[in-house]
């Protein structure tokens, strides 16, 4: 069977040369004048979000040192070293999630002595390089300190603080930033275009504000729209997205700010009814409560929020009913949900409930933000009482507030939260399986990545097959020959690990062979 769609988009539209790597300019620029003059370095730290194309140019450089005929700098993509070097073994992409102790690094520096077989440079592309162990780092302290001159390092993270500065101080360090919305919609408009899928401009910009300055999450979220279909505009485009609106969280808000826990309620669920993605709701009034507290803090708040001047009016008269601890308190709560609802197998619905009632009410919480703005509400009914100490009620500034981080935890939540808050209907049901079919396929597709960079025979047995994830476990649905491959202890370890490293967590998996018409009648769980 073809390759999926999935994975399609954001390899095959990988920019093969530096001039193609867009946001990231003050990187390239630099790369490529260092290869026309011969400077390279011998090692690279390459940090920054993830999907803005670490990767993507550690590939470039990786092929540019070796190429005979490049172009301001650029790999030339013809010359024989340019061709090997996309199956060389003087290329070694190492992922350290999987490789982080000791040992890897060692059998790397073994091996690094031998001059390059085919290209000029032997280059060893450690990516996810946080996860190497302290063992690792000190074997890879050495080797680069002294690496034979036909080595190069190039070493990619999104977690730079926890690479130890003696590691940093031997890396010429590049900061890759976020894309900006105008440039990932510039791309994903060339990209739409050529693959025939037809949305308005207000339809890619949505996806490049919500893909959050990666380039990869945009593209993913381009994948969900079919080829050769009719123009889809920022509406649908909203609809297939499951974006729930402006409107919408206003509402939730507007409760919220009213203490109204049965009105907030009822609209998180018109959301879930209309198939409303309750990670991207989240999200949403995430944002929108950022906006109150610009709203709150700055005396120009347009300046800042990008919205109309009817929103703006709103979001002012919406902040009237906000403390700035409360406002605060509710975004350090919906940052806990948000992580919750990427780890948690429980109803996505009960979790962001749970988290509207808090919100609604902060007397159910212990974060410091709640407990001031408790003591604040207080401070208000004795005003009235007694001699008044402040004309205007005047807040503690927040940098008062010592910010810790305290998990959100109420002793009720773990004993209601086995329950969903209220009864579902068919129609959830069925916008729930819709929801978890989406993030499986995007998960499978992101799964048979990482396979793929460990293990091509793994990689080709999984192709074909599909994912099921269920409370605590995953069942692979695979032909009879992949189950037969895959059985021994290396392969389930890969895929173990792989699974882990999409999902966040560690979950057991089971192989199921897959009947092949099993393929059609479940096409959502499909990739
Ligand atoms: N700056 C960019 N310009 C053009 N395309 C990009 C850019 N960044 C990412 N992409 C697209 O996203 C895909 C993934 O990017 P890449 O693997 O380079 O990200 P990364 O920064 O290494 O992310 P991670 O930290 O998750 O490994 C690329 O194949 C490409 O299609
Ligand atoms: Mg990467
Ligand atoms: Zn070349």
């Known amino acids: ?251 939730l808000l507007s409760a919220i700010a009213k203490k109204n826990t049965q009105g907030a309620l009822e609209v998180v669920g018109e959301a879930y009814d209309a198939s409303k993605d309750m990670g991207i709701l989240c999200s949403e009034t995430g944002e929108s409560l950022r906006d109150l507290l610009l709203v709150k803090y700055t005396s120009k708040p347009e300046h800042f929020i990008e919205a109309s001047n009817d929103v703006i009016h709103q979001l002012k008269e919406m902040a009237e009913s906000f403390t700035r601890e409360r406002l605060l308190y509710c975004i350090e709560l919906i940052e806990e949900t948000q992580n919750r609802l990427t780890r948690s197998s429980f109803s996505r619905r009960a979790t962001f409930e749970t988290a509207v009632i808090k919100l609604c009410d902060p007397l159910l919480s212990t974060l410091p933000e709640a407990i001031i703005d408790r003591l604040s509400a207080v401070e208000e009914k004795l005003q009235g009482d007694f001699t008044v100490q402040q004309k205007e009620k005047e807040f503690p500034k927040p940098n008062v507030v010592e910010k810790t981080t305290v998990a959100v935890e109420a002793p009720w939540e773990e004993t209601k939260s086995e329950e969903p808050a209220l009864e579902e209907k068919p129609a959830q049901k069925k916008a729930e399986k819709q929801e978890t079919a989406r993030t499986s396929m995007v998960a499978y597709a992101e799964f048979l990545e990482e396979v793929k960079k460990k293990d091509i025979v793994a990689f080709s047995m999984l192709v074909d097959g599909h994912a099921q994830l269920n409370e605590s476990n995953v069942k692979l649905f695979v032909n009879s020959a992949a189950m037969f491959m895959l059985a021994n202890a290396k392969s389930r370890d890969i895929i173990q690990t792989c699974l882990a490293r999409v999902l966040g967590y560690t979950v057991e998996f089971e192989m199921t062979k897959m009947k092949e018409e099993k393929k059609e009648d479940l096409p959502d769980l499909n990739l």
Not at 23 to 50: D, M, N, P
Not at 144 to 160: D, G
């Open 1 to 251: 069977m073809a390759q999926t769609p999935y994975l399609a988009l954001y390899r095959k539209w990988r920019p093969q040369v530096f001039s193609d790597v867009i946001g990231q300019e003050h990187i390239t620029s630099v790369l490529k004048s260092e290869i026309k003059s011969g400077s390279v370095s011998h090692a690279y730290l390459f940090c920054g979000s993830r999907g803005t194309g670490k990767t993507t140019c550690a590939k470039i450089l990786a092929k540019a040192v070796s190429c005979e005929n490049s172009s301001d700098g650029d790999p030339c993509g013809k010359c024989p070293s340019c061709l090997a070097a996309e199956n060389s073994f003087d290329i070694t992409e190492m992922d350290a999630a999987s490789n982080n102790g000791v040992d890897s690094i060692r059998e790397l520096r073994e091996r690094m002595y031998y001059p390059p077989s085919e290209l000029k440079r032997r280059v060893y592309i450690i990516d996810e390089a946080h996860m190497l162990s302290q063992g690792a780092f000190n074997a890879l302290l050495k080797t680069l300190e002294e690496p034979p001159s036909h080595v190069m390092f190039i070493l990619a993270t999104t977690e730079l603080n926890k690479i130890p500065a003696t590691i940093l101080s031997r890396c010429k360090r590049f900061d890759f930033y976020r894309i900006s919305p105008e440039s990932i919609a510039k791309l994903l408009k060339k990209i739409a275009e050529a693959e025939k899928i037809n949305l308005t401009d207000g339809a890619l910009l949505l996806i490049a504000r919500l893909a959050a300055g990666a380039m990869r999450d945009a593209l993913s979220m381009l994948e969900l729209f079919g080829r050769d279909k009719e123009l889809i505009d920022e509406e649908g485009a909203a609809k297939i997205l499951g974006v729930v609106g402006r409107g919408p969280v206003m509402k």
